[in-house]
C-alpha cells in the first residue's frame, strides 16, 4: 500500500469525528446566558427603568398639596377710619370620582411594560450569546481540523523528500505538496484570527474581560432523531416577553381608559377659613368682630368632559389590540420558520456525513488500489481525494448550520433560563 494514501486516508477518516468531540467543560451555554444577564452593563442600565416605574406607583395616587391664602386690608387710602379686615384659609383640593386610585393602577401596569421590556432584551442577548457560542464552538473545531490537516501535510512532505532522495518521487511532487502546506496554513491562520475575533466579541456579551480565554463545553453531534416541526404555540407565547408587553398594553390601555373617564368631573375644592373685620360704626363707634366659615367649589362639566383624553386612551387600546395579534402572528410565523430550518439542515447534515460520503471514501479507496496497480492516474486519484474533502468540508458545515437553526428555535420560542414574567390581576 502506498503509504501517502495511507496517510490522507487517515486524516479523512479521523476528520469525519471531529465535530463531535467535547471540550473541557467549563462554560456551557445556559453558563454564558447567565454571565451575560449578570454582567451585560446596558442591560443594568435598562433595569433602572423597572425601578423608575416603581418609584411613579410609590408616589402616585396622592392628593395635590394644600394651599395657605393670607390676606389683609385696610382704608388707609380712603377715609382713614383705621378700618380694616383680614383673612387666613386653607384649601385642598378633592378628586369627586376614584381617580386617584386609579391612577395608581395605571402606574401599577407601567411597572409590568417595563419588566417585560427588559425581558425582551435578555431574550434578544440571550440570543446573540447563544449563537455566539455556537459560532466560536464551530470555528474551534475547524481549528482542530485545519491543525490536523497541517500536521499531515508536513507529514507527506518530509515522506516525499525521502522518497525524491530515492529517485521514487519528483521534486515537482514535493513542491506540490510543500505549497499545498503553505495554503492549508493560511487558511489555519485565518480560522484563529476568526476565532479571536469571535472571542472577543462573546467575551463583550458576557462581560468578560477582552482577553479572557473561555473553555466552552458542549458538542457539536447530530441528533439521531428526527427534529419536530411544530408545537404547542400557547406555552411559547407564555414565554415570549414581545407577546406578554403586546398583553400588558392592552391591560394599560384599558387603565388609561379608566383615568381618563375619571377625569371628565373636575376636582372640587374645599376652604376652611377664619376672617377678622375691625369697623367703625355710628353710634357705637370702633367694632371687632370674626368669622370662621366653610366653603366648596364645585366644577361643572358642562363644556369640557375630557373628550379628548378619552379619545385619545380609546385609539391607544385599539392599536394595542392590533398589537397582540402582530405578535401573535410574527412568533407563529417566526417558530414554524424555524422549525423547518432546522429540519431541513438536519436532513442535508444527515445525508452529508451518509451514504454519500462512504462513496466517496470507497471510491478513493479503489482509485488508490488502482493507481498502486498502475490502472489509474495520479490526476484520477487526486480528483477522488478532493471530493472526499469537499464532502467532508460539506458535511462540517451542514452540521454547523444545523446547529445554528437549533439555536434559532431556542431564540424563537424563548427556551432561556431568566426569561420568566408574569402578568398581575389588576386589583
Sequence with gaps: MNPIFSILLTCLLAGSSVFCAEGTVALSRDKAISLAFANHRELRIASLEIKRAASRVQWAGRLDNPE????????????????????????????????????????????????????????????????????????????????????????????????????????????????????????????????????????????????????????????????ATGGDIAPILSRRPDHVLALAKTDEARAAIALEESKRWEDIEVKVFVEGEDAVDDPTGRDRNTFAGVGISIPLPFRQKNQEGIARAQIDAEAAAEGVEAAQFTVRAECEEAWQRRLDSWQLAHEAR?????????????????????????????KAQEQVLQLRAAAAGFLADYHLADARVRFVTGAYPGLTISRPTEK
Excluded: C, H
Design 68 to 227: 395657605l391664602e393670607l390676606s389683609a386690608s385696610g382704608d388707609g387710602v380712603g377715609l382713614d377710619e383705621g378700618e380694616g379686615n383680614y383673612e387666613v384659609a386653607f384649601s385642598q383640593r378633592f378628586p369627586l370620582t376614584s381617580k386617584l386610585k386609579k391612577e395608581k393602577g395605571l402606574r401599577r401596569w407601567q411597572v409590568i411594560l417595563a419588566e417585560a421590556e427588559v425581558v425582551e432584551r435578555r431574550r434578544e442577548l440571550a440570543g446573540e450569546v447563544d449563537r455566539a457560542v455556537v459560532e466560536l464552538l464551530v470555528t474551534r473545531e475547524k481549528i482542530r481540523l485545519a491543525r490536523e490537516g497541517v500536521t499531515l501535510n508536513k507529514e507527506i512532505v518530509l515522506f516525499l523528500e525521502e522518497r525524491a532522495k530515492l529517485g521514487e518521487a519528483s521534486k515537482l511532487d514535493v513542491m506540490q505538496a510543500t505549497l499545498n502546506g503553505r495554503t492549508l496554513e493560511q487558511e489555519f491562520k485565518l480560522l484563529q484570527t476568526q476565532e479571536k475575533q469571535q472571542r472577543f466579541a462573546l467575551n463583550q456579551l458576557i462581560g468578560l474581560e477582552a482577553d479572557a480565554v473561555p473553555s466552552l463545553a458542549g458538542s457539536l453531534d447530530l441528533p439521531a432523531a428526527r427534529p
Design 354 to 382: 451518509g451514504e454519500l460520503l462512504d462513496l466517496a471514501e470507497e471510491n478513493l479507496t479503489g482509485f488508490r488500489a488502482a493507481y498502486e496497480k498502475g490502472e489509474a492516474t495520479l490526476t484520477q486519484v487526486q
